[in-house]
């Protein structure tokens, strides 16, 4: 079992920066594929941005590469996304999952179906 707890979210104007982190639960923090998602009102639930268990691998939605940066920290069980030139587009409630991998597979999962574990969700909002 893993919990995950976002934070980080916040109110940021146009062209602003927001770190999220996400801490996760148990002694394994490696073996788990990280994602995150985000969902905007009206919309569904979208893929974000994706790191291996090892951090070696990464992927990115279209709409954000070159803007976010995936990036993890497996002695502090944390996975971060660093979002950058941020747009009123990017406001949603931000999720991060967690998805067994065995590190050494070095596999990205950007399936939302294929994650196991939820967090709560953290809210950005991005003022024009």
């Known amino acids: 079992q893993v919990q995950l707890v976002e934070s980080g979210g916040g109110l940021v104007q146009a062209g602003g920066s927001l770190r999220l982190s996400c801490a996760a639960s148990g002694r394994t923090f490696s073996a788990y594929a990280m994602g995150w998602f985000r969902h905007a009102p009206g919309k569904e639930r979208e893929f974000v941005a994706a790191?291996?268990?090892?951090?070696?691998?990464?992927a990115y939605a279209d709409s954000v590469k070159g803007r976010f940066t995936i990036s993890r920290d497996n002695t502090k069980n944390t996975v971060y996304l660093q979002m950058n030139s941020l747009k009123p587009e990017d406001t949603a409630v931000y999720y991060c999952?967690?998805?067994?991998?065995?590190?050494?597979?070095?596999?990205?999962?950007?399936?939302?179906?294929?994650?196991?574990?939820w967090g709560q969700g953290t809210q950005v909002t991005v003022s024009s």
């Open positions: 999952a967690a998805d067994f991998v065995p590190a050494f597979v070095m596999r990205v999962v950007t399936t939302e179906t294929e994650y196991d574990y």
């Open positions: 790191i291996s268990g090892s951090g070696g691998r990464t």
